[in-house]
């Protein structure tokens, strides 16, 4: 077993296993940097060749490109041989169809634990920006969870639905249905723009509203416009609400040759993007919503009357990577600068056709936009992007601290109502919980908000409504914050096993009990009840519960194994690095105990565990070097 330190390109130095945890030395940990959000960024001169406007792909002819990017090209924009495949009598579609349907919303999975042959079904995600949900929605959600689905919702750590176990037979039906009641799975997943976070909470604040209006316009903008979605489901039935003019404007646009001319899909064209991409909107103060994990992150910058003026943009973020290839690598944005608010749908778009342009399409697991700002540096990926854009992006303006806010509870919403935050276990909606909602959202026409931290917040309750709701959810465990365990309150996972095709050991099923263990170790270190650290659980390395932002990650690299992350902090801006690789989930009281027990004797005031072991490495790095003459370079 070896302790390894990744930098942030990627590259690992390894140290032996006699080095494991002990309390007079501890293991090592590799130092992180966080990221000033409220510094102003200054730029060096950078001069760049030119770059051609867009007008066709035939640029990228003679380069080697991955085999998904070649279905993309002969799919009749995301269309065949979908649209074959979904009428055959088989229960799943053919490899070509598995990478389209991705766009449509949708992964083909098959039960792993099923012995004896393949039960292929569909999970599908919805996309709901801001995590908005209308009541009509919820309903037919939770009606075909039970009709079609394996009886559970399941809220994501995008703000969106994934409803499981779906036949291939039922699709139609399905998709139809969420299309008819005000939703929508378009674009869910698959090689374009994702759903697009902003805070759940419903305030009734300029920002707060303007921040969830500018996430609606930004989904609408990278929304795909070419039909596929609709012909495949809905026969070609328009579903779409009138988007707002300056949408369309910023769309149609091309007068800096970002544009596909006279293409269905004037932004994506036929081959859409190299790789998936990210994007979140929130307010000065609020990462509720993970920001610098994101492609793009947008945070609203408002005057001293609480007017917002503009956005300060950040770039580069991704959390996915693959073991022992240190060349991928988790990665969080940094500042690009602040454009105003009339020009943001244009600043977002120079950047999307930046990374649609330049990103790589060979080797996918190089393909996301953060690669293309580690290979090129902030200065030339602005440079380019100013170009797209037509304007000098300006200098960031200064923020204040982050906070990581959960809503849950009661708050005052600042029109007269409510809304609550309901705490969910990695997002698993079910049983009685599930029963119990539904009665709630239903008697109260209640809307509902998902949550980046897998959580569910209720809209627009009346103050004589608290005491029954409040009554009626706790008898189904729904339960007030005080009454919720803290760390299970900050703590996320993925799906992993059974379902998930990526998953290497348990995430959504182990992390009840991994939870239980760390609070059982608090106690026998003397930890008191209301301290607590972040954890987040993977099956895998893709990093779907954003593990490499917790103070405690704990990524899936073996059955019943675990590479432990340390040294995120709990307002979500510093990256955490590897600590330890193969760690068998019947030795985490070995790895922790010794951590958490150094913790609470030599941290400072107010020290978090994560700001403390990122502190612990620079002692740590001097011991090293004076025991045992390494030299850590790119500490």
Known sequence: MTTSFLSPAGAATGFPSDQ????????????????????????????????????????AKATKRSKVEIIKEKSNFIRYPLNEELL???????????????????????????????????????????????????????DLADE???????????????????????????????????????????????????PAAPYVRKDYLFAQETADNVAALLSPQSGFYYDMWVDGEQFMTAEPPEVVKARNDNSHGTNFVDSPEPIYGTQFLPRKFKIAVTVPTDNSVDLLTNDIGLVVVSDENGEPQGFNIYVGGGMGRTHRMESTFARIAEPLG?????????????????????????????????????????????????????????????????????????????????????HVDSGRVGGNMKKTLREVIEKYKLDVRITPNQ??????IKSEWKRPITTVLAQAGLLQPEFVDPLNQTAMACPAFPLCPLAITEAERGIPSILKRVRAMFEKVGLDYDESVVVRVTGCPNGCARPYMAEVGLVGDGPNSYQVWLGGTPNQTQIARAFMDKVKIHDLEKIFEPLFYNWKLGRQAKESFGAFTTRLVKILRIFLEMSRDVTLSNW
Not at 23 to 33: I, K, P, Q, Y
């Open 20 to 59: 494991k945890t002990l309390l007079g030395s501890l293991n090592a940990l590799r130092s992180s940097r966080s990221v000033l959000l409220g510094r102003n960024v200054r730029r060096g001169v950078y001069s760049s060749s030119s770059i051609q406007a867009v007008s066709t792909p035939e640029a």
């Open 88 to 142: 055959t009598e088989a229960p799943n579609v053919n490899e070509s169809a598995v990478q389209l349907i991705k766009f449509h919303g949708s992964y083909q999975q098959y039960n792993r634990e099923e012995r004896g042959g393949r039960s292929y079904s569909f999970m599908l995600r919805t996309k709901n920006p801001s995590g908005k949900v209308p009541n009509q929605l919820y309903l037919t959600m939770d």
């Open 148 to 198: 079609f689905g394996i009886g559970t919702l399941r809220l994501t750590t995008r703000q969106t639905f994934q409803l499981h176990g779906v036949l291939k037979q039922n699709l139609k039906t399905v998709m139809s249905s969420i299309i008819r009641n005000m939703g929508s799975t378009l674009g869910a997943c698959g090689d374009l723009n994702r759903n697009v976070l902003a």
């Open 338 to 422: 602040y454009v105003p608010k009339e020009d943001i749908l244009y600043a977002v778009k120079a950047i999307v056709v930046t990374q649609r342009e330049h990103g790589r399409r060979d080797d996918r697991k190089y393909s996301r936009m953060k690669y293309l700002l580690s290979s090129w540096g902030i200065e030339k990926f602005r440079d380019v992007v100013e170009q797209y854009y037509g304007k000098k992006i300006e200098a960031s303006r200064d923020l204040p601290e982050w906070e990581f806010k959960s809503y849950l509870g009661w708050h005052e919403q600042g029109d007269g109502a409510w809304f609550c935050g309901l």
């Open 455 to 460: 959580n569910i917040v209720l809209c627009d």
